[in-house]
């Protein structure tokens, strides 16, 4: 239920224009001010790190909108978990999308054809979000990027409030679809905790209105309230829903948050460890999962990262996870690159060529082989789909590549009649 209109330029140009200086990065929760702006870009470009924050200054984001959306260069695209994984999904010929977040004109204008927005859903004014991209090697005073990435941000109140969701679960009686797929509550992080725990407990009791028949996938996205992820994974949602999508700093993320495997690891170090990904992976199906004595209907993760993606199904939920998370990877190298197909002198490998698939239990040692690059293991009755990425040696637009990959992955993947 998350929709806007994506502002997406060059990060260092932005600040340049806005006339701030270089200097130290440093984390901040939610940015109250252009100064804290330029210290979390700094932070995170020098980490190579994706990040989404909360503006909290109304006035100061309008004035910073602007510059942007009027700068150069600037590129105005549909934004939104939601919208960018319905637009993807759009693409397909024979399907219909209906969503609901908040859409102003220019996001209308930007939408597919095949996207249905029910009049609810509609409003004045555009919700914007600016999407500070870096490459890498890029400097900005002393900060040089390991890798090409962005900083997201916004001040974005009707996506935060989750506005939309009872417009939507209201919609799909009538719609009657074959997949829910929901997206934004990352959003809600720029409420205070009450009015954040109230309409965490509403979005539960919508959740739990839409038909148990029709699969639900839940699209994470940059958290830092451990609580509010806690929360959301305990008690609230992750029961509710059959799948979720999420990157590697989700995931980290979501194991610090509930004291998991791996939890004391502060950060990842270059590309994340195949086997404290899959340790984590595990965990979260085992404690959280649909198992005989859980009353939970998860049964499904699809984990992305820049150098490969693995597909983790409890068994007899789920089919035809290998085409599932191989057409992933091709919609993340297409994507990323701009083209139609794959082409071979664009992209490279950055994923591990042997790796153990637990750092915690035995384990098996994988070398991947070219000719099959789809590696299948197996724990405990759950299955693990592993494949690497080719990676684009000059991304043209790395916003929504997540979102990408989780529909195409979506797209391919066979839920089995419960």
């Given at each position: 239920?998350?929709?806007c ?5 060059s ?10 200086e270089?200097?130290?990065?440093k984390?901040h929760?939610v940015?109250n001010?252009r100064?804290?702006l330029k210290?979390a870009?700094a932070?995170?470009m020098e980490?190579?790190a994706a990040a989404?924050r ?7 984001f309008h004035?910073?909108a602007?510059t942007a ?8 695209y ?15 010929p024979d399907?219909?999308?209906?969503l ?6 220019k996001l209308?204008e930007?939408?597919?054809?095949n ?7 509609m409003?004045?004014?555009d919700?914007?979000?600016l999407?500070?991209e870096y ?8 900060v040089?990027?390991?890798?090409a990435?962005?900083?997201?941000f916004s001040?974005?109140?009707s996506?935060?409030?989750l ?6 679960v ?6 009657q679809?074959?997949l829910v ?9 720029g409420q205070s905790k009450?009015?954040r725990q109230r ?5 539960v009791?919508?959740?739990s209105?839409?038909?148990?028949d029709?699969?639900?996938h ?14 959301i994974?305990?008690?609230?949602v ?6 979720i999508?999420l990157?590697?700093q ?10 998991g495997?791996?939890?004391s ?7 994340p460890?195949v086997?404290v990904?899959s340790?984590?992976l595990?965990?979260i199906?085992?404690?959280h ?8 209907d998860l049964?499904r ?6 150098a490969y ?6 068994d007899?939920?789920w089919?035809n996870?290998?085409?599932?998370v191989?057409?992933g ?6 994507q990323?690159?701009?083209?139609e197909?794959?082409?071979?002198s664009?992209v490279?490998?950055k ?6 698939t637990s750092?915690v239990?035995?384990?098996s040692?994988?070398s991947?082989?070219p000719d ?6 197996h724990r405990e009755?759950?299955?693990f789909h592993?494949?690497?990425?080719l990676?684009c ?10 979102d990408?990959?989780?529909a195409?992955g979506?797209l391919y993947s066979e839920?089995?009649?419960?």
């Amino acid at each position: 239920v998350n929709a806007c209109v994506d502002v997406v330029l060059s990060g260092v140009k932005l600040l340049e224009a806005l006339g701030l200086e270089p200097g130290d990065g440093k984390n901040h929760a939610v940015l109250n001010s252009r100064q804290d702006l330029k210290e979390a870009f700094a932070y995170f470009m020098e980490k190579g790190a994706a990040a989404e924050r909360f503006f909290s200054d109304a006035e100061s984001f309008h004035h910073i909108a602007q510059t942007a959306s009027e700068y150069p260069g600037a590129q105005l695209y549909v934004g939104g978990n939601a919208a960018l994984i319905g637009q993807k999904l759009a693409t397909n010929p024979d399907l219909k999308i209906l969503l609901c977040g908040p859409v102003g004109p220019k996001l209308h204008e930007l939408l597919d054809d095949n996207v249905v927005v029910p009049a609810e859903s509609m409003q004045e004014r555009d919700e914007f979000h600016l999407i500070l991209e870096y490459q890498a090697g890029e400097e900005w005073g002393q900060v040089r990027a390991p890798n090409a990435n962005r900083f997201i941000f916004s001040h974005d109140l009707s996506n935060g409030a989750l506005n939309m969701l009872e417009v939507f679960v209201s919609s799909l009686d009538e719609f009657q679809p074959d997949l829910v797929v929901l997206s934004g509550l990352h959003m809600m992080e720029g409420q205070s905790k009450e009015m954040r725990q109230r309409r965490l407990m509403e979005a539960v009791a919508s959740i739990s209105d839409i038909p148990t028949d029709i699969p639900i996938h839940l699209e994470l996205a940059s958290m830092t309230d451990q609580d509010f992820m806690s929360n959301i994974m305990h008690q609230q949602v992750f029961p509710l829903v059959n799948s979720i999508g999420l990157n590697e700093q989700e995931l980290l993320f979501l194991t610090q948050s509930a004291s998991g495997p791996h939890a004391s690891l502060a950060s990842w170090s270059g590309v994340p460890d195949v086997g404290v990904v899959s340790d984590i992976l595990f965990w979260i199906l085992k404690e959280h999962g649909k198992t005989a004595d859980q009353a939970s209907d998860l049964t499904r993760i699809h984990f992305h990262t820049l150098a490969y993606h693995i597909l983790v199904t409890v068994d007899g939920y789920w089919g035809n996870q290998v085409a599932a998370v191989a057409a992933g990877a091709r919609a993340a190298g297409t994507q990323a690159c701009a083209t139609e197909t794959i082409d071979t002198s664009k992209v490279f490998l950055k994923a591990p060529l042997e790796f153990v698939t637990s750092q915690v239990e035995a384990h098996s040692k994988i070398s991947l082989n070219p000719d099959e690059p789809v590696v299948h293991w197996h724990r405990e009755g759950i299955s693990f789909h592993f494949t690497p990425v080719l990676v684009c040696k000059d991304p043209v637009r790395t916003v929504g590549l997540g979102d990408a990959i989780s529909a195409e992955g979506l797209l391919y993947s066979e839920a089995y009649p419960q």
